[in-house]
């Protein structure tokens, strides 16, 4: 009986142990890396709000939309250029496709950000890169890059220069 018991205690303590793992591995997480390449899975990871709440990706992504996220500072002009054009596209797609704008610590502040977001009047979802994580895990060099993401989580383009017409977005989502 002691045999029994101690073998099903290490196979009790082996399930856990698999379990644990395997959350640690689909939940979101603080850091994260992912090498940009099409057809590459994009990982689960902590977006976080202007005012500093995180929330994984998973609850703010509908895994039967595809995706888009755009890295973006308030600083950039050729930002300032691709921003507007990313609004008209959202505006008349957001219940088609997840959006995800986030801006980067580089060279900024969260008030800064606040202040011109407040000025042109964006209606996307806006998070910011507090820490600079997603910028770290990403390996993103410059701003604007757009990530393209399928329903299944693949990466299906990666655009590191400005989108000035909305037709291109419809091109890369498809």
Same mark, same amino acid.
């Given at each position: 009986?002691?045999?029994?018991?101690?073998?099903?205690?290490?196979?009790?303590?082996?399930?856990?142990?698999?379990?644990?793992?395997?959350?640690?591995?689909? /939940?979101?997480?603080?850091?994260?890396?992912?090498?940009?390449? !099409?057809?590459? %899975? $994009? &990982? @689960?990871?902590?977006?976080?709000?202007?005012?500093?709440?995180?929330?994984?990706?998973?609850?703010?992504?509908?895994?039967?939309?595809?995706?888009?996220?755009?890295?973006?500072?308030?600083?950039?002009?050729?930002?300032?250029?691709?921003?507007?054009?990313?609004?008209?596209?959202?505006?008349?797609?957001?219940?088609?496709?997840?959006?995800?704008?986030?801006?980067?610590?580089?060279?900024? /502040?969260?008030?800064?950000?606040?202040?011109?977001?407040?000025? !042109?009047?964006? %209606? $996307? &979802? @806006?998070?910011?890169?507090?820490?600079?994580?997603?910028?770290?895990?990403?390996?993103?060099?410059?701003?604007?890059?757009?990530?393209?993401?399928?329903?299944?989580?693949?990466?299906?383009?990666?655009?590191?220069?400005?989108?000035?017409?909305?037709?291109?977005?419809?091109?890369?989502?498809?």
């Amino acid at each position: 009986m002691k045999k029994f018991t101690v073998l099903l205690s290490v196979l009790i303590l082996g399930v856990l142990l698999s379990v644990s793992a395997y959350s640690e591995n689909t /939940s979101a997480s603080d850091t994260f890396s992912v090498d940009l390449q !099409e057809g590459n %899975t $994009f &990982p @689960v990871f902590t977006l976080e709000t202007l005012n500093g709440k995180k929330i994984p990706s998973s609850r703010v992504f509908d895994k039967n939309k595809k995706t888009i996220i755009v890295t973006a500072a308030e600083w950039c002009p050729d930002c300032h250029e691709e921003l507007p054009v990313l609004e008209k596209f959202y505006r008349k797609n957001k219940n088609k496709y997840n959006f995800a704008v986030i801006f980067i610590e580089r060279r900024s /502040s969260e008030e800064k950000v606040k202040e011109y977001l407040s000025k !042109e009047k964006f %209606t $996307f &979802p @806006v998070y910011f890169d507090y820490n600079s994580v997603f910028v770290e895990g990403t390996q993103v060099k410059f701003v604007p890059t757009n990530i393209f993401i399928d329903k299944n989580g693949k990466i299906t383009s990666v655009v590191a220069e400005t989108i000035s017409d909305e037709n291109e977005f419809i091109n890369r989502l498809k």
